[in-house]
């Protein structure tokens, strides 16, 4: 069982930034960040794994900056210049092993969620 804790949502302006944590109770070799906007399903946004490698959603590259630091256990999502369309609810996720063929930004990779985190962008 991993469980984990966001924070660090909040209301910012467009071309704002916030940065979200994710504090995990143990160590999770694949972790990703997950947005949900009313109405509309679940998206990936962000991955990485304990080595550091990196994958991005189309819609944020260049934008957002995913983190990990594996001493505190802790994932980060830094956004910056953020756009009303990245107003959603912010969920962590953890998969303790690898993929071994699951998909990186596919809900069903992750047994474990956290409660998520809200951030509302308005121009």
């Known amino acids: 069982q991993v469980q984990l804790a966001e924070s660090g949502g909040g209301s910012v302006q467009v071309g704002g930034s916030l940065r979200l944590s994710c504090v995990a109770s143990k160590n999770a070799y694949n972790m990703a960040w997950f947005r949900q906007a009313p109405g509309k399903e679940r998206e990936g946004v962000a991955h990485?794994?304990?080595?550091?490698?990196?994958t991005y959603a189309e819609a944020v590259k260049g934008r957002f900056t995913i983190s990990k630091d594996n001493v505190k256990n802790t994932l980060y999502l830094q956004m910056d210049n953020l756009k009303p369309e990245d107003t959603a609810r912010y969920y962590c996720a953890a998969l303790a092993g690898f993929l071994n063929g699951r998909r990186k930004f596919d809900m069903n990779t992750y047994p474990y969620w956290g409660q998520g985190t809200q951030v509302t962008v308005s121009s």
């Open positions: 990485m794994t304990s080595a550091a490698s990196t």
